[in-house]
């Protein structure tokens, strides 16, 4: 997990995809490519605890993996249906 201060979703969105390019663009040990799905989202007012805002960034990751992985997706309340 990375928390950014000062960053909207656009904004939080742009540096993970930049983490992922890094990643993909390291070398294995086995020749490999290296991928990884993220999931990024905002602090809202009513989050009363960090859970609900790492709920909501895990459902981004696995709609990440579910619409084709090694991707990055900003969350959305519709996906929440999808996962149900």
């Given at each position: 997990m990375v928390l950014l201060r000062n960053a909207d979703e656009d904004k939080a969105y742009d540096i993970a995809e930049e983490i992922r390019m890094k990643i993909a663009h390291t070398n294995s040990p086995t020749g490999k490519p290296i991928t990884i799905s993220l999931g990024v989202t905002s602090s809202e007012q009513s989050d009363k605890h960090g859970?609900?805002?790492?709920?909501?960034?895990?459902?981004?990751?696995?709609?990440?993996?579910?619409?084709?992985?090694?991707?990055?997706?900003?969350?959305?309340y519709k996906d929440l249906d999808s996962l149900l």
């Open positions: 859970e609900e805002l790492i709920q909501r960034a895990d459902v981004a990751l696995y709609q990440s993996k579910k619409t084709g992985r090694n991707k990055t997706t900003i969350f959305h």
